[in-house]
């Protein structure tokens, strides 16, 4: 017998994806919008807290006291804090503003019933998790350290133990939820990044 040798297949863009989930509009925007919003997040996030790599509890906290965790990064004041909570202002209320839009839609269509279904329960667990738990804490903590805010709600930082103390709180948050979207990524690459996510960009799914 003639063995014939494998020859790897060429790329192909856009990828097949005929069994792959259709996904709406506001669904696949949203998305998009929330990942983009996730960039500024974190590079503004990343620039604020270079600035001052200390975490308090309480109401103050400034070099010189004492802090609850030192954080091994450098300090780098010049520049950070201007552009950085500009943006990072501009990034969140982007993100929430998105994040209401998708949320309202999302019930309005029955989507999110639908789509949990595709998912396992710990899967279910964890998008609960994140949606219900960590997305309302990271938004409550995040206006608690606005002077602003507090200032005509103050109970958003008493509640927490202080304006550091919701400083301390988003920091943990925030990691968490960058973890997640870590492993969220895997979980796509694993399943077929290519696939996955030009279903996400084009709707290229079950049916079409």
Known sequence: MVEIANVSRP???????????RHPAIVRISHWINALSLVGLVVSGIAILLAHPRLYWGETGTVGTPSLIDLPLPF??????????????????????????????GLAARHFGKGFLRYSALQRRV????????????????????????SVFPGLAILVGGQQSARTIHFF????????????VAMVWRAGFAERTWAMIADRGEGT
């Open 11 to 21: 790329a192909i863009w856009p990828p097949p994806v005929s069994k792959m989930p």
């Open 76 to 105: 780098v004041l010049t520049g950070q804090t201007g552009w950085g909570r500009s943006l990072h202002f501009l990034t969140a209320w982007m993100c929430v503003g998105n994040g209401c839009i998708y949320a309202m839609a």
């Open 127 to 150: 998008y609960l998790t994140v949606v219900f738990v960590l997305f309302p804490v990271i938004i409550w903590t995040g206006l608690a350290m606005s002077p602003a805010v507090v």
């Open 173 to 184: 948050v925030a990691s968490a939820l960058v973890v997640f979207v870590a492993f969220h």
